[in-house]
Nanobody, 128 residues
C-alpha cells in the first residue's frame, strides 16, 4: 500500500492550494484519513482528518475556517483545500490513512499513532 501526496508548491500569502492523497497498490477501505505537517525545526502536527463513512471531519484550530478536507470514494483520494494561506502554514504536508476503526474519532484522529499508512510528503511554501 502506498499513499501518494501531491499538490504542494510555492504560493503567496493569501493564496490557495489543493493537496491530494491517492492510495495505490493493495487498496483498502479507509476508516479515516488525516493530514499532518512538519515545519523546519518543529515537530509534526495534526492538520485535519476525515472519517470516510460519514465525512465527519476535524481540524486543528490554526487552520479551521481556512482548510477543508474531503474524500472521493471513486478515486480513493482525499483532498485538503487550503485557502488564505499564511507564511506559518509553510511545511511538508503528510497524508495518512488507516482501515482500522478506532473509537472516539474526534479525540483520536489527531494522533499520528492512529494511522497505519503514510505518504511521502509534499512541500508547501507560503511567501510573504
Amino acid at each position: 500500500v502506498q499513499l501518494q501526496a501531491s499538490g504542494g508548491g510555492l504560493v503567496q500569502a493569501g493564496g490557495s492550494l489543493r493537496l491530494s492523497c491517492t492510495t495505490s497498490g493493495r487498496t483498502f477501505s479507509s476508516y479515516a484519513s488525516g493530514w499532518f505537517r512538519q515545519a523546519p525545526g518543529k515537530e509534526r502536527e495534526f492538520v485535519s482528518a476525515i472519517r470516510w463513512s460519514d465525512s465527519n471531519t476535524n481540524y486543528a484550530g490554526s487552520v479551521k475556517g481556512r482548510f477543508t478536507i474531503s474524500r472521493d470514494y471513486a478515486k480513493n483520494t482525499v483532498y485538503l483545500q487550503m485557502n488564505n494561506l499564511k507564511p506559518e502554514d509553510t511545511a511538508v504536508y503528510y497524508c495518512a490513512a488507516t482501515p482500522k476503526i478506532f473509537p472516539n474519532f474526534s479525540g483520536r484522529c489527531n494522533y499520528g499513532s492512529s494511522y497505519d499508512y503514510w505518504g511521502q510528503g509534499t512541500l508547501v511554501t507560503v511567501s510573504r
